[in-house]
């Protein structure tokens, strides 16, 4: 099963789409990588779940990706005497450890770390922004402040403190035990939330040692200061709009994701956009136009991936959340100025590493050139040639069936599992074979061949070579 497009869906798995049949449909309709909410559910649950999407990669015919999210730490709100309070604009309100139930002075935030980030005039967001509080004064255990804008607010909702980084590990006791599970599993990808500094990644990729990529979910503003160290350490990145939104003033997150996408590819790993991209699916067959509009915005980027969240995980369509998702991005690349667009801000060629990989882009610019084959260990060619973002496929060939899906996330790549090469001489008919196979090389046309020597051993591509399938005649 080859994909007619570059881009990439990532669809979240839940109790709207968890079974085999359903995600068999998943796959067929365009999914390439599926997500394992660990903020809901349980391992039981989790386990029944991958070992379905295992099965139907089988099905399909296709390496599919696992993708394990952590929940990470969540601040929220203790309760209120009667589950709720009113706040109204002006009034002074209370945040302290006392754990009796609040009332409409004042509320329990059994998170200590809270106070210790804040400062004097600090803003406070609860219920995703929708109660917004000024701090006139704090201490250790509490914090007196203003209501700048009131409304019903209820039992545990969540909390944000803006501009603020607040001294809490990424990784909670609770994101230990689901990481370790997802490992057992056999994931191909773990993605980090609550990134606030480079160092929540270093502490990942050591528990990891690469049993999984690793991939940093940007949803703290405090991440965007340290983001050049923190993708250092990331094999991906996501842009997780949603939670950026809260902290962020509307009018800077596309800025945000702008920067994001350009900040990956040009370090050659792939990259998300996620988070509210066909919300209205959610209870309706098809999106507005405006959602449409966005995720064509992310093509014309050039991420590597677009994400489904609520829309396959709980809503009413999730087959037909991933039929629309697949046409908008199919349509996008048939636009003739789609090329043009998505290459206006094109990476410098920074790298001797990537000279050669350069070179195979400019050369499959020929009429002739039907496909790019990169033969890859660890998938580091192939994503090589990803970054360049060749219009023709590229078929990565590997030995590793955890490669294969990893890469089923990058953009463009058709990653497929050989047996073991030992003769170099094998490569041009190897490629051939499984590009005419696939249906990437017709008759009469030519390849091209990146691959490394010795063979089998990670490294940068040395080889750059052509070959011809036979014509018909």
């Not at 997500?35 to 391992?43: I, Q, T």
């Not at 160092?199 to 991440?223: F, N, T, Y």
Request: aromatic share 4%.
């Amino acid at each position: 099963m080859i994909r007619a497009r570059r881009a990439r869906i990532v669809a979240t798995l839940g109790p709207a789409s968890h079974g085999l049949d359903q995600i068999i449909a998943l796959a067929r309709a365009g999914a390439d990588v599926f997500r394992v909410n660990f903020s809901h559910g349980d391992h039981p649950g989790h386990a029944r779940t991958i070992a379905n999407v295992r099965a139907a990669e089988a099905e399909v015919g296709r390496p599919l990706a696992v993708l394990a999210d952590l929940q990470g730490p969540k601040l929220r709100l203790g309760e209120f005497k009667g589950g709720r309070a009113e706040l109204e604009k002006g009034q002074a309100f209370r945040l302290d450890r006392d754990p009796s139930p609040g009332d409409q002075t004042r509320i329990c935030v059994p998170h200590a770390e809270i106070f210790a980030a804040l400062q004097m005039g600090a803003d406070i967001l609860l219920d995703d922004g929708r109660v917004r509080l000024k701090v006139t004064n704090f201490g250790p255990d509490f914090a007196e402040t203003v209501v700048t804008s009131g409304a019903a607010l209820s039992d545990h909702k969540g909390l944000n403190l803006p501009g603020l980084a607040i001294p809490i590990p990424a990784l909670t006791p609770k994101d230990r035990q689901d990481l370790d599970f997802a490992l057992t599993q056999g994931v191909d990808w773990v993605a980090l939330s609550f990134v606030q500094r480079a160092a929540d990644m270093a502490e990942l990729r050591q528990i990891v040692q690469g049993r999984a990529s690793v991939l940093a979910k940007i949803e703290k503003p405090a991440a965007l200061d340290a983001l050049d160290a923190i993708l250092d350490l990331c094999d991906a990145v996501m842009v997780a709009r949603g939670d950026l939104g809260v902290e962020l003033a509307p009018e800077d997150v596309p800025v945000v994701q702008k920067m994001l996408v350009r900040a990956a590819r040009t370090r050659g790993i792939p990259v998300i956009v996620a988070t509210q991209m066909l919300e209205s699916m959610i209870h309706a067959p098809t999106p507005t136009r405006a959602e449409a509009s966005d995720v064509a915005g992310a093509v014309y980027e050039g991420a590597d991936a677009v994400m489904l969240s609520a829309e396959t995980a709980a809503g009413d369509y999730p087959l037909e959340a991933v039929t629309m998702m697949d046409r908008i991005l199919t349509r996008v690349e048939h636009d003739p100025r789609w090329p043009e667009l998505m290459q206006a801000e094109y990476p410098v060629e920074d790298a001797d590493a990537d000279a050669l990989v350069a070179a195979a882009r400019r050369a499959a610019e020929a009429a002739s050139t039907a496909c790019l084959v990169a033969f890859t260990t660890r998938g580091q060619t192939a994503l090589r040639l990803a970054r360049e973002r060749p219009l023709q496929p590229t078929l990565a060939l590997t030995t590793r069936l955890s490669t294969a899906r990893r890469l089923a996330l990058a953009w463009g790549i058709e990653p497929r599992v050989i047996e073991e090469i030992t003769d170099p001489e094998d490569l041009a008919r190897i490629a051939l074979e499984q590009a005419m196979i696939l249906g990437l090389c017709p008759p009469g046309q030519r390849i091209l061949i990146l691959a490394g020597l010795p063979m089998g051993s990670p490294g940068a591509a040395n080889i750059l070579r052509i070959a011809h399938a036979p014509s018909l005649r």
